[in-house]
């Protein structure tokens, strides 16, 4: 009898009632379509604006295609040719034994390059499995640091951006070998086990150094670069024939601004400069500690750079 009494008052409602719960799932239809702008292509998105959302038709046209493909993406380096090419393999040497040990750790996964000939196939299995696995530490990094600025309600002083960027670069990476090779179920088997392994792991011993964690970064990053330039070189030595004349995929022309003939060889040098960048990057925050403010965005602010984060 309760039930039935309610549903009689909800559908008796009075007009400006009614009137306010329709404006309420207005405004939350819209924030849903404006944080989802992005994210759709230009057909969807008229479709969606002309069936789905009636009370948007008002909207500016500049507001919906002013949003570009890649606006919700986190900022990252886009190079120059010379950068592309000036990447050179570099090995930190120990200063700490948070040096050792992290080093250890590297050695300890068996990272070894093999100098057999590889086919692409090959080389997108390691990229695939690889990138699965580096994209966790910038997360759990991020994720470890915005809960204790939250314990402890201070500032992180830049460092949370920086590695939740650091996690989705990686993860772009992976994006873009998945349009060359979609592995099967046993891989992708494999891939989660060393994932929910290693996540574990990373985070535990975050949570007890840091400094450890982001110096084994920045020597996990110095094996990728030897692996992604032993593959430009078996490329540029023609043991790669499939890959000279593959174009590179749209993801990836519009994740690195590439050319519109890019090709599978501007990928890898892309590829290699970000992991250049995370490399530099892990061994400049071990060095500093986790108590310091982002080192690379106090060199920002000092060099007058209008793009640097304001963190807080």
């Not at 819209?30 to 038709?57: A, F, G, Q, Y």
């Not at 070998?177 to 099967?184: D, I």
């Not at 990053?221 to 030897?226: D, G, H, L, M, N």
């Not at 692996?227 to 790669?240: F, M, S």
Request: charged share 25%.
């Amino acid at each position: 009898m309760k039930s039935t009494r309610l549903l009689f008052r909800i559908h008796y409602l009075s007009s400006p009632t009614t009137k306010y719960f329709y404006q309420l799932n207005s405004i939350q239809s819209r924030c849903l379509l404006h944080t989802s702008l992005s994210l759709m292509s230009k057909d969807m998105t008229k479709m969606n604006l002309i069936e789905e959302h009636p009370h948007v038709k008002t909207m500016s046209k500049a507001i919906i295609q002013h949003k570009q493909s890649d606006d919700y993406m986190m900022n990252h380096e886009i190079y120059s040719e010379k950068e592309l090419n000036d990447i050179k393999i570099t090995h930190k040497k120990f200063e700490s034994w948070h040096d050792r040990v992290a080093y250890g750790a590297v050695r300890t996964l068996q990272i070894q390059h093999s100098h057999k000939t590889m086919t692409e196939q090959q080389w997108l299995r390691r990229f695939i499995f690889l990138e699965s696995i580096a994209g966790v530490p910038g997360m759990v990094g991020g994720m470890s640091r915005h809960m204790k600025s939250l314990r402890t309600m201070r500032r992180d002083y830049g460092w949370i951006h920086m590695l939740l960027s650091e996690a989705e670069n990686e993860r772009m990476h992976l994006l873009t070998f998945l349009e060359l090779r979609q592995p099967g179920w046993f891989f992708r088997g494999m891939v989660l086990f060393g994932q929910g392994v290693f996540f574990n792991a990373f985070f535990l011993t975050y949570l007890l150094s840091p400094r450890i964690c982001h110096r084994f970064v920045g020597f996990l990053e110095e094996e990728a670069v030897i692996t992604y330039t032993r593959c430009i070189e078996d490329l540029d030595a023609g043991k790669l024939p499939a890959w000279l004349t593959l174009p590179a995929p749209k993801i990836a022309k519009n994740y690195w601004k590439l050319s519109e003939n890019a090709m599978m060889r501007d990928i890898l040098l892309a590829v290699r400069a970000d992991e250049a960048t995370h490399r530099e990057v892990n061994h400049k925050l071990a060095d500093v500690g986790p108590d310091a403010p982002n080192p690379f965005l106090i060199q920002a602010k000092q060099a007058g750079d209008p793009s640097a984060l304001q963190e807080h």
